[in-house]
């Protein structure tokens, strides 16, 4: 089941209402039937601001000024199957529509031709020549997420000091007029001692907590091309004469 063009595709854009004259929706496409290329469904934007389409048959419908009357209840229509209006009807999506509205698989819409398509044409001799245009938007989304971590680790550091130590040294001075009387000073011969401190150096090691840097996290906003590319339909209309044609 697709949606190719057909005569009743003069119907999208118009309002769908129910068998009572309740507005529905927008009918946004027409599907036919693969087989015979007859219209089958129509889908009718519903829910808040048009977010939602639902499908309903074309049989039993039949124009009611600008609008498409359809045979069915807006609830019923409005509570029909979810189907993504995706351009093709699967056999089983279809055949779920058939049993939601109590159709016979196959049940196609009535003969009815010319009113919708003329609501777009100026006149019988004229068509209207139509065309998709690529719309391109911009929303922002999560990518990724930064986050400032501080963790304790350690190093280690090596530093060279210069200690002093002091050590004994003999000195001897031999006896002179000039140190004679302090060298003869006391006993001629007896036992004695001298002691003598020895001062050394140490290391004391101490560390204290000092700043080096405040840090934070900041964003940029790069730009950058990102190309698109998308398939848009657009219609052309030719002529098929056996006789020259002037444009």
Known sequence: MSN?????DAWVGHQAV?????????????????????????????????????????????????????????????????????????????DELYR?????VGESAPAA??????????GDDTMTRSEEELSVAKQSKEVGRARLVKRVVTEDVNVTVPVQHEEVRLEREAITDANRAQAMDGAEISEGEH??????????????VVPQERVKLAKDTVTE????????????????????VRQ
Request: proline letters at 5%; zero cysteines.
């Open 195 to 208: 002691e003598m401190v020895l001062n050394a150096e140490e290391v004391v090691v101490s560390k204290r």
């Open 18 to 94: 129910d068998r009572d004259g309740q507005k529905i929706g927008t009918i946004a496409a027409v599907y036919n039937d693969d087989q015979t290329g007859g219209p089958e469904w129509v889908t009718v934007t519903t829910g808040l601001f048009g977010s939602k389409q639902t499908f309903a048959p074309i049989a039993g419908a039949k124009n009611s000024g600008d609008d498409l009357q359809l045979a069915y209840a807006k609830e019923k229509v409005k509570g029909a199957p979810k189907v993504e209006p995706d351009g093709h009807l699967e056999a089983s999506e279809e």
């Open 225 to 244: 091309d990102q190309k698109v590319a998308e398939t848009v339909r657009k219609e052309q209309i030719d002529v098929d004469s056996d006789k020259p």
């Open 4 to 8: 190719a063009h057909f005569d009743y």
């Open 100 to 104: 939601y509205y109590g159709l016979d």
């Open 113 to 122: 031709k010319g009113t919708p398509a003329q609501r777009y044409d100026a």
